[in-house]
C-alpha cells in the first residue's frame, strides 16, 4: 500500500472514531450547560447503548433494527433514573460531591452490567454488511458510512432542537441563567432532566455504531468517555460546531499518531493533544477569554 | 496550637499501640495499606482541601515515586534511601515544572489536564518495558533496612509506614496552621482577593503541587519497598480516583478526615470481599449515599449525627460546622 493511501485511510478511521468522540461530548456538554456538572457516568450511558442491543440480539435473538430500537430507550431509562435518584435529590451539593456522585454512578452502573453481562468481550454484526467500498484509492466499511450518517442527522437533529422548539429554547436559557429561566416560567428541574435524557440517548447511540468497528465489553465506557470529555474541553463546552471538530481533531490525530508513531501511546497521543491545547488555549479552541467574576 | 498537639500526641499513641494488641496477621497488613493511602490523602488535601485546586492524576506521581524507587533499588542496586530521596526529589521537580501551566487552569480544565497527565504517565509505564516491566510488573525490588533492621514483616512495615504517614500529618497540620496555610484558604475562597491581599497565588499554587507529587513520590516509594512487586494496574485512572474519594468522603481540608477516609476505603473493600462480585456494586452505591447524606465528609458528618441522636429531634437544613 502507497503512504498516501495508508494516510487516507488513517484520516478515514480517526474521522469515524472521532464522531463517536463528538457525540460522547456533545452529551457531557448538554449536561455541563444546564446544570454545570460534569457527568461523569456518561461513558456508562455509551457502554450501556452498545452491550444491550448485543444482549437483544444474541440472548433474544432480536433482528438488529429491533434490538437497537429496544437499546436505546433502556439506555436512555437508565440516564433519565440516576438523573431522578442521584442528582435530583441533592439541591445545596458543592460541584465536587456532585463529581464524587456521577463517578459513584458511573462505578455502580459497570459493576451491575460486570454482573449482568459479565467480564467478556462482545462482538457484534455491522448494520450492512462487512463488504468493503472502494474509495479514492483506500476502503472504507460501510460501518463508517453509518457513523458518518448517524453522527451527521444526530448532530442537525440536535441544533434543530435546540434553536427551534420550546424545550430546546428553555434549555439554552437555563445554561444562559438558571435563575432567569426560573424567573420567566421555565421548570429548570424537568429541564435538567431533559439534559440527561438527550445526552443518554445520544451516548447509548454512539456506543451501538461504533460497538460493531471495536467490540463492546461492560468498561469499554472509562475510556470512550474520557475522549467524549476531551473532546467537549477542546470544543471549549459547547454542544455545537466546536465539539464536533474537537472530536474529529482529537480521532485523526490520534489514528495518525497510532499508525505512524506507536500504537500503544494511541490513548497517550489523546492526552497529550488535549495537555498542548489546554496550555496554549485554556479556554477551549474556540471560545473568546472570558474574565472571572468576582 | 498546644490544644492540635496533644489530639495528634495521642492519635499518635493510639496508631503505634496496635500492633501490641494484633501481634500479626492480615488486619496488620491492611492497616499497613491505610497508612500508605493515608498519607497519599494527606498530600492530595493539602492541594484540594486547602489549596481548592483538584487533581486527578495524583496516582501518577506515587508510580513515578514508587517506579523511580524500584528501579534504581531493584535494577541499579542504589541504596534504598537514596533511591526514595532522589524519587520525592526528581517527583517534586517535574510536579513544579508542569505546575506552572497546569495550575493556569481551572475547575473542570484542571481536573480534565490532571487527568490527562496521570493517563500518559500511566501508558508509559505500561510502554517503557525494557525499563519498568511494561505490564507485567517490575519484581525484586529490596526492603528497606537500618542497619542490621530489616523492614521484611507486617509488624515492622506497619511502624515503618506509620512513622512517615504520623510525620506526614504533623507536617500538614503545622503548614494548615500557618501563614502559608491560610494564605492557601484564602486562594480557595478568592484567588482575586488572596492576590489583593499580597499573596503570590501562582507560586504558592505551584509550590503546594509540588510537596503534594512529592508526599505522593515518598508514598509511592514506601510502597515500592514493602511490596518488593509493582506494576502499572496500582497507578492508573482507578487510584486516582479513588484517592479523591478517600478526600472527599473524610472531609475536605481536615487532615484527620483523610485518614478517616483513608482507612474507610481500603478496609471497606476487604469488608465486602465476602459479597464476592457485589462488592463493586456496594462500593459505588455507597459512595453515592454517603456523597448525599454526608457531603461535609465522615468527619462533620459524625457529629452532626451524634447530634441529632442524642437531641432526638433532627435539624434540617442546618450546616454542620
Redesign the interface.
Known sequence: MQFSEQLIQYLLSGLSTGAIYALIGFGFAII?NTTSI?NFAQGEFVMLGGMLSVYFLSKLNFPLPLAILAAIPLATAGGAIFERL?IR??K??????L???T??????????A??IWGKDTHAMPTFSGDEPLNLAGATILPQHLWIFGITLLLIIGNKLFFNYSIAGKAMRACACNRKAASLVGIDVRRMVLYSFIISSAMGSMAGIIIAPLTMTSYDVG?MLG?KG??AA?IGG?SSGFGTVIGGLLLGVLESLGAGLI?S??K??IA??I??LI??IR??GLFKKVET?R? | MKRELLKFLIFAAILLCIPFLFKAGYLLNVLVFVGIHTMLAVGLNLL?GYAGQ?SLGHAAFFGLGAYISGILTATYAVNSWLAMMIAAIVVGIMAFVIGF??L??K???L???T???G??IY??F??LVEVTGGPSGLSGIPNLSLGPLIFDSDQKNYFLIWIFTLATMLLSINLANSRIGRALRAIHD????ARVMGVNVRLLKVQIFTLSAAISAIAGSLYAHTMTFISPASFG?NFS?EL??MV??GG?GSIYGSFLGAALLTLLPELLRAFQ??D??I??????LM??FM?GGLVRGFPAILAVISSKKPERGKESA
Open positions: 455541563y460534569i442521584a435529590p441533592l445545596r451539593a458543592t460541584h465536587l460531591n463529581v464524587i456522585i463517578i459513584g454512578g458511573s462505578i455502580l452502573i459497570r459493576g451491575l460486570m454482573l472509562i474520557l470529555f476531551c474541553i463546552m506507536s500503544g501511546y490513548d497517550a492526552f497529550i488535549l495537555l489546554l496550555f485554556p479556554q472571572e468576582v | 484540594l483538584i501551566p497546569i493556569k487552569l475547575g473542570h480544565y481536573a480534565m489536564a487527568l490527562g497527565l493517563i500518559i501508558i508509559t505500561n510502554e478568592s484567588e482575586v482577593a485512572f480516583i479523591l474519594t472527599v468522603i475536605l462480585d457485589y463493586i456494586v462500593y459505588g452505591l455507597l459512595l453515592i456523597t448525599m457531603p
